[in-house]
């Protein structure tokens, strides 16, 4: 479990807590593999931008530019989804 993720549990009853550690192992996506399929173009489907992920691929990839600069920040791409989602999900738990 990321870190960020145990942090927005810390006030939170165990039954808060098995809701959200359930649901966010469900909707985090993986940093590694986000690489992975940047290498081929995939992505931003991968991390729920669809629009920049058809506008990646209409223009294969900036011609190349585009997917050059993305190798190097999907990952922070991915950990940025991780943390949004993890917000999120604390948000809702916590009105349980």
């Known amino acids: 479990m990321d870190i960020v993720a145990l942090q927005l549990q ?5 039954e808060q807590k098995m809701m959200f550690q359930s649901q966010y192992e ?7 593999t986000a690489v992975i399929l940047a290498i081929f173009g995939f992505h931003y489907f991968y991390v729920g931008k669809v629009g920049l992920g058809v506008l990646f691929l209409i223009t294969l ?7 050059l600069i993305d190798l190097f920040r999907t990952k922070g791409m991915a950990e940025r989804y991780n943390l949004d989602k993890a917000q999120q999900l604390a948000t809702l738990v916590e009105l349980y």
């Open 61 to 67: 990839g900036g011609l190349g530019i585009w997917w």
């Open 26 to 32: 469900n909707e985090r996506v993986d940093p590694d």
């Open 10 to 14: 810390k006030n939170m009853n165990r």
